[in-house]
């Protein structure tokens, strides 16, 4: 290994004829504010540094004031590495963030977030090149998958949702309405053989009022539905006036038989979100791409070698076990996970605070199969098959928009690559608490008869929020 990895050192760009000493608190506490007299880091000097860190991982690039500040490239020792722009701290401005599997995203940064325009491309070499939102695919974007299929249009949060269009390697393609990666108002779906259908979806299946039309020009009119999970169609057949064939043809087994001609990928799950890699710290930092607890105090005339490092305070306590792969409750949090995700991901944003009685009926529950394999409306996971059951969504929703709570960043917090923690002992019920990495939330399991007497109460905490 080259000699500089083992012994950092530490190279001016500048000598001022004043000495000074450059000492800063954390990069947190001086990221939000400048203190009075304070100069800014285009008034400081600018050094290049070359650094092996304790635990192994090495930085080399611009340090200004005890952090990473211009260019600067930053390998972690599981294989990771950023390189790009930097300012105190945390990666803003282009940038390249690399995985050990070998899929890479080259594009804009925003406090250690993939936030902007960028490009990701997966080791399977599927590529999707648009918008992002902390970490997420947020606004136009355009994905060709693995299989040959692409889609190109709008994203919310990760999931397709708004205008796109999908094209199959086959030659089928879908342009209209989407909603939580699926087929959901009003589109057009057309076979490679001339067939289509145009009128309204939901779900990925026709709904409500639509036209199935032949190549040769035979017209389907009719209503479809989903009733007690068995598909449901009402209408008229139309035979063309240069068909053949007898007039009973019914598109039915186009939507049910032959959905496989239509399945739409799944999207890709990163393994590790950019904004999850901690750079090296003795002390607590936050989960986002960013150098915390490193102090500098450097000498301006004597140029030192070595720079002086002051190490922070010894790292605190933390409350509860982290569920590990061997945990006993692993596969229960990848279900909350995957399960909270779904159901904040789909929904629309509410447009009134004034709800509906029925949002707050406890009838009003949806039920979402997660199968390990994956769904049209679900993505493959590594744990058991499991049922979701989502109580007045609609209410919850609200109530976190009446909290200003970012759809986007509850996610993070609770389905990011951070594992949740257990805390040691149940509550007196019996309920077992489990707390996010940031410490924001707090999950709680309930009894069946916890849940009645919540929902029976909901409406009148909800007018009271």
Not at 340 to 363: C, E, M, N, Y
Not at 400 to 418: A, H, N, Q, T, W
């Amino acid at each position: 290994m080259p000699k500089v990895w083992d012994r950092p050192f530490l190279r001016k760009h500048h000598h001022h004829q004043k000495r000074r000493s450059l000492v800063f608190s954390t990069m947190f506490s001086n990221a939000s504010s400048n203190s009075e007299g304070a100069s800014s880091p285009e008034e400081e000097q600018t050094v290049h540094v070359e650094r092996r860190l304790p635990n192994g991982d090495f930085y080399t690039g611009e340090w200004w004031g005890g952090w990473p500040h211009g260019t600067g490239k930053y390998l972690w020792v599981d294989g990771c590495m950023y390189e790009g722009q930097w300012r105190r701290g945390r990666a803003t401005g282009r940038g390249k963030f690399l995985w050990p599997s070998g899929a890479t995203y080259e594009g804009e940064f925003s406090h250690g977030f993939m936030e902007g325009f960028g490009t990701y491309t997966s080791c399977s070499d599927d590529t999707y090149w648009g918008n992002w939102s902390q970490n997420l695919k947020h606004g136009h974007g355009k994905k060709s998958f693995p299989t040959g299929d692409y889609y190109d249009g709008e994203w919310v949060y990760g999931f397709q949702e708004g205008y796109g269009k999908y094209v199959w390697k086959n030659g089928n393609e879908y342009s209209g309405e989407w909603k939580a990666g699926a087929f959901h108002g009003q589109g057009v779906l057309i076979w490679a053989n001339g067939n289509r259908y145009e009128g309204g979806w939901k779900d990925g299946l026709p709904n409500g009022n639509g036209t199935f039309k032949w190549a040769d020009g035979s017209t389907y009119v009719g209503c479809w539905s989903m009733e007690n999970g068995v598909f449901q169609q009402e209408g008229a057949y139309y035979p063309s006036a240069d068909s053949n064939l007898p007039t009973t043809r019914d598109p039915e087994s186009y939507f049910t038989t032959g959905r496989s001609e239509f399945e739409v990928c799944p999207g890709d799950v990163l393994s590790v979100m950019p904004s999850s890699k901690k750079l090296w710290s003795r002390g607590h930092s936050k989960s986002v791409i960013s150098f915390a607890n490193f102090d500098d105090d450097l000498d301006a005339e004597v140029c030192p070698v070595t720079p002086m490092m002051r190490w922070p305070p010894s790292e605190i306590k933390r409350q509860g076990e982290t569920i590990s792969k061997d945990h006993r409750n692993y596969e229960l949090m990848l279900n909350l996970q995957l399960g909270i995700r779904h159901a904040v991901g789909k929904q629309s944003a509410a447009t009134s605070l004034d709800l509906k009685p029925s949002a707050f009926d406890p009838k009003e529950k949806f039920w979402t199969r997660f199968p390990p394999e994956g769904s049209k409306r679900t993505p493959p996971h590594q744990s058991i098959e499991f049922r979701w059951k989502d109580y007045c969504p609609m209410v919850f929703m609200t109530l976190r928009k009446l909290f200003k709570v970012d759809p986007g960043d509850y996610m993070l917090s609770i389905c990011g690559d951070e594992a949740l923690r257990e805390l040691s002992s149940p509550g007196k019920s019996g309920s077992f608490f489990y707390l996010t990495n940031d410490d924001k939330y707090m999950i709680k399991t309930m009894k069946k008869s916890e849940v009645k007497v919540l929902l029976k109460m909901l409406p009148a905490y909800y007018n009271h929020v």
